[in-house]
């Protein structure tokens, strides 16, 4: 079973929504988890920059991984988004079924 989280940014609570309603939907998440209330500090365009963002923090499966990130970049207002997937190495079966069964290619 390839169970990931897939951590992303987004500009505020209404896009962080939109992205996160278009992949339960189209079963590319069986869930999304959006944080409010974060400050990023980078390098963008040669100068360091400090701006208000949102978290998503998507469940999926390894298969849905390059849709997944298709869609994100589709509906995204970011040139270059933040969209990182780490493995799940362990944790409830049942929730990891779950995971599974309600992604496209496990449902």
């Known amino acids: 079973m390839g169970a990931m989280f897939v951590y992303m940014t987004a500009t505020d609570l209404e896009e962080a929504g939109r992205i996160g309603r278009a992949l339960v939907e189209k079963r590319l998440a069986a869930c999304v988890n959006i944080l409010g209330g974060m400050r990023s500090l980078y390098w963008w365009e040669g100068k360091i ?34 969209i990182a997937a780490l493995p799940i190495a362990g944790g409830n079966l049942d929730f990891l079924q779950w995971i599974e069964n309600e992604t496209r290619e496990g449902g």
């Open 49 to 82: 920059q400090s701006d208000a963002e949102c978290v998503l923090i998507a469940k999926t499966m390894d298969t849905e991984l390059d849709a997944l990130i298709k869609e994100v970049k589709a509906l995204h207002s970011y040139d270059v988004p933040c």
